[in-house]
Every structure is written in C-alpha cells, then in structure tokens.
C-alpha cells in the first residue's frame, strides 16, 4: 500500500520545523524538532481523513512524489 509522501523542513521565520503532505490540501503542522512536526503532521493527516469522510468529500490517492524519487 502507498503512503502519502510527507515533508519536513526546517521555517526560519517560525523558528521550527514544518512537515505537510502535498496531496492532502493544507495539511501541514509545527514542531519543535524534526521528529515532533512529522507526529504532529500523522495526527493531522488522521483528523484530516477523519473530517474528509465524515463529509463525503475525495479523499485523494497518494501521488506526490519529489523529482529525486522520480524515474525518468
């Protein structure tokens, strides 16, 4: 089963870490620490889910990949 591709960076201007899922549209979370933004970005994909059944709404296929994980 694919999973959605999650990234992590670090955000000067919020002195923290960033983790968001592309195909999760505004699915994102803060963090201390690298590891604290990516459990936080879990918790948020699984409330972002949650909500998206609960309205009937698409929930997407994972598809993002970054170029470096692309094959030509």
């Keep these: 089963m694919k999973d959605y591709h999650i990234n992590v960076f670090y955000s000067q201007e919020d002195e923290g870490y960033?983790?968001?899922?592309?195909?999760?549209?505004?699915?994102?979370?803060?963090?201390?620490?690298?590891?604290?933004?990516l459990n936080e970005v879990?918790?948020?994909?699984?409330?972002?889910?949650?909500?998206?059944?609960?309205?009937?709404?698409?929930i997407p296929e994972p598809r993002y990949r970054p170029l470096i994980y692309q094959v030509a």
Excluded at 21 to 37: M, R, V, Y
Excluded at 42 to 58: D, G, V
Aim: with cysteine; proline share 5%; hydrophobic share 45%.
């Design 42 to 58: 879990l918790k948020a994909k699984e409330a972002w889910l949650k909500a998206a059944r609960s309205e009937n709404k698409i």
């Design 18 to 37: 960033i983790a968001d899922i592309p195909d999760l549209k505004q699915c994102s979370a803060f963090g201390a620490t690298p590891e604290e933004a």
